[in-house]
């Protein structure tokens, strides 16, 4: 558990969408790397059809791989998971909906990507 005032700052991006045809969940990555790359611990939540990034390739594969080389935390969510019909990677947190408050309000930012 992270908390305000121990160690570094903590983010949570928050992607919400994530398709072939839409780079926005790339983009969402990309900036999670920005992100730890200043010394923030941060935290990817995949929720709603974010989840999805989970089984995308190029940009959004090679970000979800750096982040967690770093050491980043990757959290997703469990009813979505099972909405897509998809199981977590070993790599992967698996929380539940009622979860996520807690987890969010733990950290000092919050960015979502839709």
Do not use: N, Q, Y
């Amino acid at each position: 558990m992270l908390r305000r005032g121990e160690g570094p700052r903590a983010a949570a991006v928050v992607v919400r969408s994530a398709s072939e045809r839409s780079r926005r969940a790339g983009e969402a990555l990309r900036g999670a790397v920005g992100l730890a790359a200043g010394g923030l611990a941060v935290r990817v939540v995949l929720v709603e059809d974010g989840a999805g990034a989970l089984a995308l390739a190029g940009e959004v594969h090679k970000a979800l791989a750096t982040l967690r080389t770093l050491g980043h935390e990757i959290i997703v969510e469990a009813e979505s998971l099972a909405a897509h019909g998809l199981a977590a990677p070993a790599f992967a947190r698996v929380l539940g909906r009622d979860e996520l408050p807690d987890l969010l309000a733990e950290c000092d930012v919050v960015e979502t990507w839709r």
